[in-house]
C-alpha cells in the first residue's frame, strides 16, 4: 500500500535551501593577524651558510610547537606568537632578514624551507588561538565531578503506576474511564449484581456499613451505574478504592484499590473475554501464556479466573505460585443477564463480559515490596524510590 | 474442601495420578489450592540392593553390603531373617528420621559400622507386618525415591469449593465431577459397606419406631427430618481405614460412632448427629424453636444463649442440639454409650446462617446446611451410616428409619437453546454435546419438538433439562451455558479477537482532572500518597461506619488533610522533615446537615478532591547556594495556584483572603472550589511550618441512576461534548517596551492589591504588566508603613513610547495613589 505522505527524496531537489558547506566557510574566521606576511627589516643582518639557515629553520620548527602548546592564556599566546613569528623580533623574522643574505643559488631552497615552517608554526598558533578563545568563554574550569543543583522530584504511588498502565492498555482496546461512589446504595453493590440476599455469597465480601449505606466492596458497582446511564455499546474501565472489613496486616487492607472492566454489546461472547483479557496480559507481563479456570461470582456466568504463567519459575512450581506454575491475576465473566435486566438493558439481545482486578498486589509482586502497609504508610523514603 | 485422592478414587475407580486429577479438577471444576502427601515424611527413603550377605554366628544380626545408589557400597547391620543377596529394599540412610519419630545414626555393633537400615513394613508405618524388611518387586536402580516406586499413602487435595457449589463439598459430589470427566463410571462408597435395605416409615409430623419417637414441629426450619435407633453398640476407637478416611479429610478421629458420622459428612455431604439415646428423655426427639431464654451447653463445653429465632433439636424435656450447628454435651455420645439416636436432616439454608451467625459458631455441619445440602439425598446417607454403624461398633437397628417431614418438590426445569450456547460463548457446541455434558453431571435432558426434526435442524431444538436434587444453583439457562462450558473446558473455547463498536461512554471528567492535577503536582516535586481515608474524628461532623475495624479511628474523614496531616506526623516521627505529599481521593461530608445517627446516610456527600501538604526546605541544598529557605505561605499560594488551575482548565483562578487558620480560599470563575490553610501538627521542634492546600474536583454522586431495572438512557446515545475551548493567539509586540519601577510607601491596613488595583487603572491601555518585586520594612521606612515595589512595564502596539510620555505617565500614577490612597512614594 502507497503512503499517503511523499517520502522525502520521491522526486523534487535533494538540497532544498542554501548549502551548509557555504555557511561554514563565512563563519571560519582565523585571527587576522597571523595572515600577514611579516615584512622584512633591517635592524641587523647575521649572514649565513645554507646549512646555517636550515640548520636554524629547522630548530625554530621543532621547538615552536612546544611552546605555542605551553602557551595556557591569551597573553602567553601572544607572547609566543611574537617570539616565533612576530614581524620586528621574531625568530622566523631573523631567518627572513638572514634569507636575503644567502647565496642568490640558496635562497629558493631556503625560502621554500622557510615558508614552510612559517606555515606550521601559523596553523598551530591560529589553533591554539581558536581554543584559548574557546576557554575563555567558558570562564573558569570547574570541578565536573561536583553535584548539579538539584530540584525535588515528584512520584507517583506505584499503585498508581500500575493502574495507568492497566488503562494505557486497555484504552488501546477501546475503553473509556468510568467512576462511581465509594459510599455506595446497597442495591448498586449486591442486590443489583444478582447477591442473593442473606446468602453465603456474602461471606466473601466482608462489608462496612454507614448506617444504610455501605462502602463498596468492590468496583462493581460502576459496571450497574454506567449500564443505567449509557446505552450499549459499552467498553469501560473503572478504576478505584473499595473497602473490606479485613483487619489491617501484612497481606490484607481494609481499602484498597480495584480496576473493573465491562463490554456490553450485541454479539459480545466469552471468546471475547478470552482474547482481550489474554492480549492485556501479553501487553502487561510480556509474552505469556493464560489459563482460564471456572469460578463463581454472582454477577458473571459463566465465570472465570485467569492465571498468567508465573514470572518467577516460568511454570515449573516455586514458592511465588505456590507450585502450580501458575499466578492468579484476574475475576472475570460473561455478564449474568441479572445483571443486565437489573440496569433496564434486553439481556436478550446484548451480552457482555467483565472483570476486575487488584493491582496493589501487581504492585507489591512487581516491586518486591514485603508488606501491604507499607503502600498505606506514605513513608516518604519509600516514596522517593519511585521519584520521576 | 479436603478431599483424599484414595477416598475419591473408592467412588470413581479411575486410574489418574493426583496431579492428573487435580488439575482436571481445576480446569473443568473448581480450583485446586492445595496438593499435600500426606506420607511425605517417607521422601528420603531411598531402594537399595543387597549385595553381599553375611550372618553373624549365633545372633539374628547379618553384615550386608549395601548399594544405594551413592555409587560406594555401604557397610550395614541388619537384624531381620530374611536379607536376601541380590534382593531390593526400603533404605534409610543414616540420618533419615523414621517415621516413629527415631533418627538413623551411623553406629558400631559388634565392631562393624552400620550406615543406615534396611526397613521393615511396620518401620515405614505402612502395616503391622514385623516378620522381616520389606522386600520390593521393582527394576527401579538402587538410589530411587521410594515414594517412585510404591504409590505408598494417600494425597490430601484442598478443593476451593465457591458458594455456589455446595455439592462439591463431599467426595461424593467431587466424584459426580470425575466420573463426568474420565466416564468411569460412579459407584456406591465401598466404605459405606453396601448401605443396607433398611425398612422406612414415612409421615408428615411424627413417626415412632425402635422405641423412640420424632415429632417434627419446625417444618420451615427442617423440612425433613429423618432418626434411626441403633442398640447394644460398642463405642472404641476406629479401625484404621476409618481413621485414615477421616485424617485425611483433616478431621481428628475420636471413636468408631463420631468417626462414621463425620464420614458420612465428608464422604456424602450429609451434616450427621448422633445422640447418646439413653440421655433423651421419653426417647422422643422434638424438632422445634428455642424457647425464650434457653439455655444450652454445645459440645464445645459453651454455653449457649438461645432465641426462638433458632430451631432446636429437644427431648421431651430439653434442648439437646442446636439443629445444623453443633450438638449439646447433655447427650453426647461416651464411651458408655450402648444405644445410638442417629439423626440425618435437611435444615433451612437460612435458618441455619442465621443462627450461626448469632451464636458466632460455624461447623463443618452448619457451613454445608448453609449452603444447601441435597435434599434427596437423606435416606441413602442414613442407610449407609446404619451400615458403617453395625460395621464398625456393632448393635443392631432396633425398628424402622422415622422419616418426617415432607419430600422436596423437583427442581423446575430449565431450557436450553444451542443457538444460545454459541452466542454466548463464541463457540459451536452442538445440541447433542450439551445433552451429553449436562447429562453427565446428573441433568435429567428431555429435547423440545420431536426427534426428526431436531436431527433434521442438526440438534439445534431447546434442550428441556431437569437439575439434580443437588444443584441448587442451575435456575436459568445462562447456568447451564456455565455447566456445558467448563465441562467442554474453557481452554478449548476460542479466544480469537474481534471487531468492535467504539463505546458511547465518555471518559470521566473527574478522572480526567485527577491526571492533570496529579502530574502538575508530580511536575512541582510533590509525591501521591494514597492512604485510608479513616480517621478519629468526630460523631457531630464525621460519618461514623457503623462497624470500624479500629475503634480509634471509627470515622471516614470530611477532608483529605486529615489523612495527609497523620501522614505527615509518621514522617516527621521518623526524623523525615521535608514533606510533600499529595492524594486524590475522596472526602465524605454532609454529616452536619444530615440528620441523627440511624436515620441513614442519604445526606452523604462523596467529594473527589486533590489534598497536597507541603514542608520543610523548599529545594534541595545545592554547594553553591547555601540552606535553602524552608517552605513558607507564597510556595503554598503558588502550588495552589497551579494545582487549580491543571483542575480547572481555562477557569479564571483568584486566591481570596481567609479567616485564621486558613490563609486563602481558592476560587475558580469566581466559585469556591477550596482553601490554602496553614497545618497544626503534632510536631518535634525542628520540624518547620506546614501548609496544607485542598481543592474539590468535583462531586461523586450516590443518587440512583435510574429505579431498579430501568435504564435512564431509553436506548439512546449521549450528545457528544463540545471539545474543550482553546487557548487563542495574541499577536506578539513589534514595539519596543518601556519600563519604570516604583518603591511605595504604602500604610500597614492597606493591602498590595489595592494598590495594584488603582495602577492598574490610572496606568491606561498602555500599561503591560505589574510586577510586584519587593517590601521592606525599616531604615528609611516610618514605622507603621512598608515599602513596596512594583516594577510597571508600558508598551505601545505601534511606536515606541517616548521618555517624555513615560515620565508622565509616572507623575500621573503617583497623583493618583496619592488623591485615592493617600500613598507616596518612598524617597531614598
Ligand atoms: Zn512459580
Known sequence: ?388 | MNLSHEWLKAFVPHALSAEQVRDLLTAHVATVEGFERLRADLAPFVVARVIETEKVPDTKLSFNKVDDGSGTLLDVVCGAPNVTAGAVYPFARSGTLMPAGFKIEKKKIRGFTSNGMLCSAAELGLGEDQAGILELTTDAPPGTPLLDVLPLGDVRLVLDVLPNRPDLLSHLGVARELSALTGVPLRGDDAAHAAPAVPVVREAQQASSGGATVRLEDPAGCPQYCGAVIRGITVAPSPSWLRERVEAAGVRSINNVVDVTNAILHGLGQPMHAFDLATLAEQTVVIRRARASEKMKTLDGVERALTPEMTMIADAAKSVAVAGVMGGENSEVTDATRDLFLEVAYFDPKRTRQTRRALGLSTDASYRFERGIDPAGLEYAMRAAIGMILAVAGGRLDGSVMAVGTAPAPRPAVTLRPSRVRAVLGASVSGAQCERYLASVGFAVARKGDAERVENEGGDAALVVTPPSWRHDVTREVDLIEEVARLHGYDKLPDTIEAYRPTTVPDHPLFAASRRVRDALVGAGLAEVRPMPFVKGDDATHWRVTNPLAEDEPHLRVSLLESLARRAEYNLSRMHGDVRLFEVGSAFGGREQGAGRGAGAGGLIEEVRVGILIMGARSPRHFADGAPPMIDAWDAKELAERAASAAFPGAAIALDAAEDPALWSILADGRSVGVVTRVTLDAPVWASAAFGIEITLGAMPLAYVSQPGTSAHAGERPAIAPPASAVRYRPLPTTPAAAFDLALLVPDGLNAAEVERVLRTSGGDMLESLELFDEFRGAGVPDGMRSIAWRLTFRHPERTLRDKEIDGRRSQLLKSLENQLGVKPRTA
Open chain 1, 1 to 388: 500500500m502507497a503512503s499517503r505522505r511523499p517520502s522525502r527524496n520521491a522526486g523534487g531537489p535533494t538540497q532544498g535551501f542554501g548549502s551548509p558547506l557555504t555557511l561554514a566557510i563565512a563563519l571560519d574566521f582565523t585571527p587576522a593577524v597571523t595572515r600577514r606576511p611579516a615584512p622584512l627589516t633591517v635592524s641587523r643582518i647575521p649572514r649565513m651558510t645554507l646549512d646555517e639557515f636550515k640548520s636554524a629553520a629547522e630548530s625554530l620548527r621543532a621547538d615552536g610547537p612546544a611552546q605555542i602548546a605551553a602557551a595556557a592564556t591569551l597573553e602567553a599566546w601572544t607572547d609566543a606568537r611574537n617570539h616565533l613569528v612576530g614581524r620586528t623580533s621574531g625568530r622566523l623574522s631573523e631567518l627572513m632578514t638572514a634569507l636575503g643574505t644567502l647565496p642568490k643559488d640558496d635562497r629558493r631552497e631556503a625560502g621554500q624551507l622557510a615558508n614552510a615552517v612559517k606555515q606550521e608554526l601559523e596553523a598551530l598558533l591560529d589553533a591554539r588561538h581558536a581554543e584559548l578563545m574557546r576557554q575563555q568563554q567558558r570562564g573558569p574550569a570547574i570541578d565536573r565531578t561536583m553535584p548539579g543543583r538539584a530540584a525535588w522530584r515528584g512520584s507517583v504511588h506505584p499503585v498508581s503506576l500500575v493502574i495507568d498502565e492497566v488503562v494505557e492498555i486497555f484504552r488501546e482496546l477501546g475503553f473509556t474511564i468510568a467512576l462511581g461512589p465509594e459510599a455506595e446504595h446497597a442495591w448498586y453493590n449486591f442486590g443489583a449484581l444478582n447477591f442473593p440476599a442473606d446468602h453465603p455469597a456474602m461471606d466473601l465480601h466482608d462489608t462496612l456499613y454507614l448506617d444504610d449505606l455501605v462502602l463498596r466492596t468492590h468496583t462493581s458497582p460502576v459496571q450497574v451505574r454506567t449500564l443505567q446511564q449509557y446505552p450499549p455499546p459499552i467498553r469501560i474501565l473503572a478504576p478505584g478504592n473499595v473497602y473490606r472489613a479485613d483487619p489491617f496486616d501484612a497481606s490484607h487492607a481494609p481499602m484498597f484499590s480495584q480496576v473493573e472492566g465491562l463490554v456490553v454489546d450485541e454479539g459480545i461472547t466469552f471468546a471475547d473475554l478470552k482474547a482481550t483479557l489474554t492480549r492485556f496480559a501479553n501487553r502487561f507481563f510480556g509474552e505469556t501464556k493464560t489459563r482460564f479456570r471456572p469460578s463463581f461470582f454472582p454477577f458473571t456466568e459463566p465465570s472465570a479466573e485467569m492465571d498468567v504463567r508465573c514470572g518467577v519459575c516460568k511454570g515449573t512450581g516455586c514458592p511465588v505460585c505456590k507450585n502450580s506454575g501458575w499466578v492468579e491475576i484476574l475475576g472475570s465473566g460473561m455478564v449474568h443477564p441479572a445483571v443486565l435486566e437489573n440496569a433496564g438493558i434486553d439481556s436478550e439481545r446484548y451480552t457482555g463480559w467483565a472483570f476486575g482486578m487488584g493491582p496493589a498486589r501487581t504492585a507489591l509482586a512487581r516491586h518486591g515490596i514485603p508488606d501491604i502497609r507499607i503502600l498505606y504508610d506514605s513513608d516518604v523514603r519509600f516514596l522517593e524510590q519511585f521519584a520521576r
